[in-house]
């Protein structure tokens, strides 16, 4: 009969005659000296030619045990800020708040819904949303593009519009 048990070290499956019970050995994997024990689990015959697979712990063998010790800096004063703040609304805008020179395009070609040219009216929605106050300069535009559709350049309009905001 024959004696299974794991190596204390590296946790290599061996099997011994019962007779070897309680001498010393070195390991065949990890080469420590390991004491043989005297009870394990117990076989009758030889060892089967391959050994069962065994299930390894998840959590043993994920990196998850591994703990690292982080320092977070402190500071007197506030660090740098790593993501830019949104501009503010228009509505916030208009009643004072810090004015910039800001420019909004509007190509025609990018107004056509449905077959239906809308480019009047998304002109005048964004006219009435920045006011005539904040309003500096209308200038038209031409430009090309090519149109897929047709396989052909195509020469569009629209609008640069300049305003504070």
Not at 80 to 100: F, R, W, Y
Request: proline share 8%; net charge negative.
């Amino acid at each position: 009969m024959d004696i299974v048990f794991n190596c204390p070290n590296c946790d290599q499956e061996m099997a011994v005659d019962q007779s070897g019970a309680g001498s010393e050995i070195d390991c065949p994997s990890c080469g420590e000296k390991i004491t043989i024990p005297s009870s394990g689990k117990v076989t009758t015959g030889s060892l089967p030619a391959v050994a069962p697979p065994t299930t390894p712990n998840p959590i043993a063998a994920s990196a998850a045990k591994v703990q690292l010790h982080l320092k977070v800096p402190v500071r007197d004063t506030p660090g740098e800020s790593l993501i830019d703040k949104p501009k503010p609304p228009l509505e916030v805008v208009q009643k004072g708040a810090g004015k910039k020179l800001r420019i909004h395009t509007i190509r025609r070609a990018a107004c056509i819904e449905s077959g239906h040219d809308k480019f009047d009216e998304k002109v005048t929605a964004f006219l009435q949303e920045v006011t005539e106050t904040n309003l500096i300069g209308v200038h038209s535009i031409s430009y090309e593009m090519f149109d897929v559709g047709v396989q052909k350049i195509i020469t569009d309009y629209g609008v640069l519009i300049v305003y504070r905001g």
